[in-house]
Structure formats: C-alpha cells, structure tokens
C-alpha cells in the first residue's frame, strides 16, 4: 500500500468540487495521460474510464471503476487491466480553511512485471510520481 498525502489551502468542499471533476484529473496527474470515460456519467459509483497511464517508457491503459463517492469526504476506485488494485482519496478539513487529502493506492503487478516484487520495487517511484500529482493538485488553489 502506498499513501501519499498533503494539506491542500482550500476548504474540503471547494476541494471535493475539483477532485470530482474526473476528467480534470490529467491535468494534476503526471501519469495520468489521457482520460476516456466508457460509462454515459461522468461522475459518482459506477463511472467507468479509460486511463492512458504513463511512468517513464511504461505506456499502458487502466481500466477504472468508481466504487465509493461520499462527497465531499471519499472517493474510491477499482484498478482492471494490465494492473489490478484499489485507491481512495480521503479528505478531511484542516480547520476552517485547509483540507488534508490523503490518497491510497495498492497496485498488483502482472507475474511478468515481477508480481509482488516489482510493485515492492516500484513503490518508491510511484510514491514521488503521486506526491509530485499532490504539489500540482495543491497549486490549483493557490
């Protein structure tokens, strides 16, 4: 499991307004490429996308599936594809004007990725990559 979090200086609701404009999220994301939904909503449980996902020469597309939407507190998904898992964004109010937004994220990696030693392998890099995602998220407000 990898976690990841900062103190975003915006209420959680402003926070939770952005975040849930799914879309948006390969605008803040560094491995995030390119977004494509394949369910007719865009938003809440049961939103199905498509994400061209790129670390370094590793191109590949996730199939993801919102299985929690718990405005403006969580936001929770389910990995299908060449990579399977979960993640979660949990926000909480920081006082009356910050938000800490924790995010989760347990990837299984392919046996001919190296399985549990490749994503053991692979963590620290994805933990910079979605810190990185956090700082640019951050930025967003200011």
């Known amino acids: 499991m990898i976690v990841v979090s900062t103190e975003i200086p915006a209420p959680r609701?402003?926070?939770?307004?952005?975040?849930?404009?799914?879309?948006?999220?390969?605008?803040w994301m560094a491995d995030a490429h390119a977004i494509e939904f394949r369910s007719p909503q865009r938003e809440g449980t049961g939103t199905v996308m498509d994400v061209e996902t790129r670390v370094g020469p590793l191109r590949t597309h996730d199939l993801i599936e919102v299985v929690a939407w718990e405005p403006p507190e969580r936001m929770a998904v389910r990995h299908t594809g060449l990579f399977t898992g979960s993640g979660e964004f949990v926000l909480e109010a920081a006082g009356a004007a910050a938000t800490r937004f924790t995010w989760r994220e347990e990837i299984r990696f392919p046996w001919y990725f190296g399985g549990p030693l490749g994503a053991w392998a692979a963590a620290p890099i994805l933990?910079?990559?979605?810190?990185?995602n956090l700082r640019r998220l951050a930025d967003r407000f200011g």
Do not use: N, Q, T
């Open 127 to 132: 933990r910079r990559i979605w810190k990185g």
């Open 13 to 27: 609701e402003r926070v939770w307004a952005d975040v849930a404009r799914l879309e948006s999220h390969a605008e």
